[in-house]
Nanobody, 116 residues
Framework: QVQLVESGGGLVQPGGSLRLSCAASLSIFSFNVMGWYRQAPGKEREEVATITTGGTTNYADSVKGRFTISRDNANRVYLQMNSLKPDDTAVYYC???????????WGQGTQVTVSS
């Protein structure tokens, strides 16, 4: 079973930055796509950013120009979050789609709180 472990969340003031990290139990090249999702209280989980094995990225309109998804060539995916807003407050989840059978894995989530 694939394991994804997120880290890097915390409390930050509006306008601040955080960098989230997701460590997978397999090489990132085992997945077609990896991404970050978030869920705020009382809201549905939404896609934030994704990156394919080939490096193609996609962002939600609400984070374009502020967030950057990246990966290393081993087993980690990152989400650099700049110019954070209170609306970015949510639990952030790492997601990965296994390339051989399409199985979707989720991490346990990391809390991001943007508040003064």
């Amino acid at each position: 079973q694939v394991q994804l472990v997120e880290s890097g969340g915390g409390l930050v003031q509006p306008g601040g930055s955080l960098r989230l990290s997701c460590a997978a139990s397999l090489s990132i090249f085992s997945f077609n796509v990896m991404g970050w999702y978030r869920q705020a209280p009382g809201k549905e989980r939404e896609e934030v950013a994704t990156i394919t094995t080939g490096g193609t990225t996609n962002y939600a309109d609400s984070v374009k120009g502020r967030f950057t998804i990246s990966r290393d060539n081993a087993n980690r995916v990152y989400l650099q979050m700049n110019s954070l807003k209170p609306d970015d407050t949510a639990v952030y989840y790492c997601n990965a789609v296994f390339r051989y059978n399409g199985f979707v894995s989720w991490g346990q989530g990391t809390q991001v709180t943007v508040s003064s």
